[in-house]
Nanobody, 115 residues
Framework: QVQLVESGGRSVQPGGSLRLTCAVS????????MGWFRRGTGKQLELVAR???????IYAASVKGRFTFSRENAVNTNRLQMNNLTPDDTSTYYC?????????WGRGTQVTVSS
């Protein structure tokens, strides 16, 4: 059974930083596309960052230059470093693993950016 568990979300002031972690169990992630999505209140789910199995990463335009995705296949973990956070980044962040043909999701971690 594949499980994704996110951690690291909390409340932070504008301009602050957070690092989200996604720990995966039940499968090796070396051949998975891994990524982070987010959904704000009343908003649609949107891609934040996504890595191919070869490590090529794409970012949403709104986070490019501020967020950095990294993956450690040896420990089945990926991370999202988020810097210079703004209130627009307030969302529930979900870890995603695409292991063809299956899509797996974590339960989410809440990030709130507010003064």
């Amino acid at each position: 059974q594949v499980q994704l568990v996110e951690s690291g979300g909390r409340s932070v002031q504008p301009g602050g930083s957070l690092r989200l972690t996604c720990a995966v169990s039940g499968t090796a992630i070396s051949e998975a596309w891994m990524g982070w999505f987010r959904r704000g209140t009343g908003k649609q789910l949107e891609l934040v960052a996504r890595s191919t199995d070869e490590g090529n990463v794409i970012y949403a335009a709104s986070v490019k230059g501020r967020f950095t995705f990294s993956r450690e296949n040896a420990v089945n973990t990926n991370r999202l470093q988020m810097n210079n956070l703004t209130p627009d980044d307030t969302s529930t962040y979900y870890c995603n693993a695409y292991i063809q043909p299956h899509n797996f999701w974590g339960r989410g971690t809440q990030v709130t950016v507010s003064s």
